[in-house]
């Protein structure tokens, strides 16, 4: 593998700015010569730390982790952190997001994409890797931006999203030029253009590739959950075959059994792009809690359950968190928090076929995940119950949920769902001894402000809500 050393890394890590996190830089781009050293932006891992935690507290999965009792979370009112579990709406988010790791990571790593774009057509080397890092490149900032137009703007709606604001769509690296926010309307139009099939055709499937180098998986997967995000069912079910022809690999939670541990390393084959969002995908501090309602919806003979939470699985633990809950301390599970899995991709080629009629097909597919979770699961799709798209729904949304946790995934969910009155719930927060809380539908805390470190230096990044 090849990695960014020497001068190269302290070129890549060195930053210039005009609108600060909108316009990273890396510097000594003119040691980038070749398509080769070019090439070499690629080979690093995607990390966001912390991760999804707070998209998760929004969709009532967790708490904060830096936290064990709910109590210590709520006597700070001038916190991030309060306004999301307490759901209090009268927060000044945007003053208190001075800084914010997931959208200055985001247009941090777009620029290498970008600086592979912009150079390697006159760059000199071999021409057809040269097409397939142009191609690999277009689809990962295509990614990146779709993971902050949905975090930082309004889901996706046909009828407005023309006049929605969305964010800057940053194609290049001018660092003099103010990067504009855009409509939603705008960014999804060039994400989708980022992952066109030309650009899609153009990424190779590499064998035994490293797992945060996205092959022709990814760039289908990555259409496809665009798509899906936009409901597009039909065309989003067609990008989800195309790359489950190519990757169709699930983690076997089963194979842990012999060992006594729950262990998931970054290079296992059901990554089409490995993304972390911590050191594992149960948290960096002592433990990682999920809240009783989330903890209800492990199925009984879940895997997880067989191991202690030292050793990657969930125990029951109301010393932490509240009655109910389950902790874990895992350390050795390394799960994509805002990458794609196999899973994920099997996931949403199951809601597609459920909501365009083909609901025991769908269960079918929410099976082939389940039955390497769940000692002797019952297949969904032999249920004699189970006739209308909501029953469905509700289980897949159940099972899905859990095979989320702690990722991105849950939230991208809610937030489409909360756009139909079908789908769309009230969600109560638990708070122990301080009661509840509940988080609209359409609240604005499901929408992130842009951190003040950014706003400063362009005035366009008004909040979205």
């Not at 142009?134 to 931006?145: G, K």
């Not at 064998?207 to 409901?231: I, S």
């Amino acid at each position: 593998m090849k990695y960014i050393t020497g001068l190269l890394a302290a070129a890549c890590m060195m930053m210039v700015s005009c609108d600060d996190k909108l316009d990273y830089t890396p510097l000594g781009m003119s040691t980038l010569d070749t398509v080769s050293d070019l090439e070499t932006l690629l080979n690093q891992p995607w990390y966001i730390f912390n991760g999804a935690t707070s998209l998760e507290v929004l969709a009532n999965n967790t708490y904060p982790e830096k936290y064990k009792k709910v109590e210590a979370m709520l006597t700070n009112k001038n916190t991030i952190s309060y306004a999301l579990l307490a759901c209090d709406e009268s927060v000044d988010r945007a003053d208190l997001s001075t800084d914010d790791n997931i959208y200055d990571k985001l247009y941090e790593y777009i620029q290498y994409p970008n600086v592979i774009i912009a150079k390697a057509p006159e760059a000199d080397g071999d021409g057809k890797l040269r097409s397939e890092i142009i191609a690999e490149s277009r689809v990962l900032r295509a990614w990146f931006h779709f993971l902050a137009v949905n975090i930082y703007a309004k889901q996706y709606d046909e009828s407005t999203a023309a006049t929605d604001g969305g964010v800057a769509y940053v194609d290049n690296i001018n660092a003099q030029e103010l990067k504009e926010k855009r409509t939603v309307a705008y960014v999804y139009q060039r994400i989708l253009e980022d992952c066109a099939d030309e650009v899609i055709a153009a990424v190779p499937q590499r064998t035994g590739k490293t797992t945060w180098r996205g092959g022709a998986d990814f760039a289908n997967a990555v259409r496809a959950l665009v798509l899906f995000q936009m409901k597009h069912y039909d065309q989003a079910l067609e990008y989800c075959n195309r790359a489950l022809a190519i990757n169709d690999v699930i983690e076997d939670r089963q194979e842990s059994l012999s060992s006594g541990n729950w262990t998931v390393d970054f290079s296992h084959p059901n990554n089409y792009l490995h993304f972390r969002g911590t050191n594992t995908n149960l948290g960096e501090y002592s433990s990682y809690i999920l809240t009783p309602e989330a903890s209800s919806k492990i199925e009984q003979y879940d895997y997880l359950l067989t191991f202690s939470s030292e050793n990657g699985g969930w125990d029951r633990d109301s010393g932490y968190g509240l009655p109910g809950s389950y902790v874990s301390s895992a350390s050795g599970v390394q799960i994509s928090s805002f990458g794609i899995r196999t899973e994920n991709v099997i996931y949403t080629a199951a809601e597609c076929l459920i909501r365009t009629g083909h609901i025991k097909d769908g269960l079918a597919m929410v099976d082939r995940v389940r039955a390497k979770r769940v000692a002797n699961a019952e297949p969904f799709a032999e249920r004699t119950d189970i006739t209308t798209e909501e029953q469905a729904m509700a289980l897949l949304q159940d099972a899905k949920r859990v095979e989320m946790f702690t990722t991105c995934f849950n939230y991208l969910d809610c937030k489409r769902w909360n756009s139909e009155a079908k789908y769309r719930r009230t969600i109560t927060h638990d708070l122990g001894e301080k009661g509840t809380a509940e988080l609209r539908p359409d609240s604005p805390l499901w929408i992130f402000p842009f951190p003040v470190s950014s706003v400063i230096h362009n005035p366009t990044l008004t909040p979205n809500y």
